[in-house]
């Protein structure tokens, strides 16, 4: 992707980030993921750590690496045409230097955006250190002359410690750090509380959210002040979900129903030799 393009997408992705109507995030895994997402009228795509890694054959958490993530990151970018953030995990490495490494390579693979998490393994970091990082990845970007979103991800709510009002108050000091640190939004996934998403978006960040079942709306989210609602990894987990019911219905009742309603196999096919077209 040449430079102009890539500036483009990053001010398109930037601008999509609105209090009252919140950009609407689908996480791909892989190529044919994100053509689908992108042909089903999304104005951005995501990468999703845990379907990346699972596609890969590794557990999420682990250690997908900087050169596999950046190799999805590239094969997405190529089909999607539509702007695209990366989901880079904590980095893959505890120190700056790791972590501007993970976002170079990302940025060069045409990301316009990258999410960093402040847990490595089950340690939470400290504020200081984490903004330290992310001004490491605030200056790799620069440095290539990409405005990056950063989406500051804080597992606080995820280790599920302490009441919510109190890891309410610690994540809104982790924003103000974050924010000077060069970061453009505080992630709060495992927080669906409205109230406290309100208190978030008050703060120095905008805030953005994940959504699964259950969850409240995308309404609901943008009258708490969210700015970006995403799925994570849940489209690749109902994808793995459907093959395992096609699967028990083959073995089990030998029909097939559970494949009704599948993706078109010409129109997913022409798009990726559109692609390997223009290659």
Do not use: C
């Amino acid at each position: 992707m040449d430079l102009e393009t890539q500036t483009r997408h990053a001010e398109t992705f930037a601008a999509l980030h609105r209090r009252g109507e919140p950009l609407r995030l689908a996480n791909a895994w892989d190529a044919a993921s994100a053509v689908v997402i992108a042909d089903a009228g999304a104005p951005a795509i995501a990468t999703t750590s845990a379907g990346v890694a699972w596609s890969l054959g590794v557990p999420d958490g682990a250690d997908l690496g900087r050169a596999r993530a950046a190799g999805v990151v590239e094969r997405v970018a190529a089909v999607a045409g539509i702007p695209v953030s990366a989901d880079v995990e904590a980095g893959y490495g505890p120190t700056p230097e790791d972590l501007a490494a993970t976002t170079a390579a990302v940025v060069e693979a045409g990301a316009v955006g990258v999410n960093i998490e402040d847990r490595i393994g089950a340690t939470i970091l400290e504020p200081a250190e984490q903004a330290a990082r992310l001004a490491a990845a605030r200056a790799a970007a620069d440095r290539l002359g990409i405005p990056l979103w950063i989406n500051a991800r804080t597992d606080l709510f995820l280790a599920g410690q302490g009441p919510v009002d109190a890891r309410v108050d610690a994540a809104l000091v982790r924003a103000s750090r974050y924010a000077e640190a060069g970061a453009n939004s505080l992630f709060v996934p495992g927080l669906v509380d409205l109230d406290a998403i309100a208190k978030l978006a008050g703060g120095p960040l905008p805030v953005a959210v994940m959504a699964f079942p259950g969850a409240p709306s995308v309404a609901d989210f943008a009258g708490a002040g969210a700015v970006r609602v995403s799925l994570g990894g849940a489209i690749a987990q109902a994808a793995y979900a459907l093959a395992a019911r096609a699967t028990t219905e083959l073995l089990t009742e030998g029909t097939y129903e559970s494949t009704v309603g599948g993706v078109d196999y010409g129109a997913v096919n022409r798009r990726l030799t559109q692609v390997s077209e223009r290659a």
